[in-house]
């Protein structure tokens, strides 16, 4: 989809707001969280818009695996990937979700409670 006027993470990838980049690539960014909830809380979204995973996978399969092979590059260059990682995607506001332009959330450096609140 393209990019949308009004998203926050559309500006971001632009570089219209600041963010601490993690990694880049042709077709994705990863950023540290601005209100981290773990040691390590990466966002990992698609240049592309789409409001959430499940428009993102109804629309381009390669791209949604794309994002997750991503997150888990973020949590293997932060140390986490042997103590374990949470990659979340809330989907819905009554999920959590406040960005509504995909994105994956790379959790990890503490242990991490199962089930989540
Ligand atoms: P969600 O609630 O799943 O939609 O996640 C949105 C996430 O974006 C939250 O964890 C916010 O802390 C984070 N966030 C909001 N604005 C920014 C920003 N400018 N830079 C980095 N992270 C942000
Ligand atoms: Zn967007």
């Keep these: 989809m393209a990019s949308q006027p009004d998203c926050l993470f559309c500006k971001l990838v632009a570089g219209d ?39 993102l996978a109804a629309a381009d399969a390669e791209l949604t695996a794309t994002v ?7 949590a293997d260059a ?4 042997e103590r374990g990682y949470r990659i979340v995607f809330n989907t819905g506001a009554g999920a959590g979700q406040t960005v509504f332009h995909v ?5 990890g450096g503490r242990g991490l409670g199962w089930p989540p609140g």
């Design 17 to 55: 707001i600041p963010a601490t980049m993690v990694r880049e690539t042709e077709q994705t960014v990863a950023f540290r969280d601005i209100n981290p909830q773990a040691p390590t809380h990466v966002l990992v979204v698609p240049r592309e818009h789409y409001p959430d995973v499940a428009a």
């Design 78 to 81: 932060e140390g986490t990937a």
């Design 68 to 74: 997750l092979s991503e997150a888990a590059a973020v």
């Design 103 to 107: 994105h994956a959330h790379v959790l």
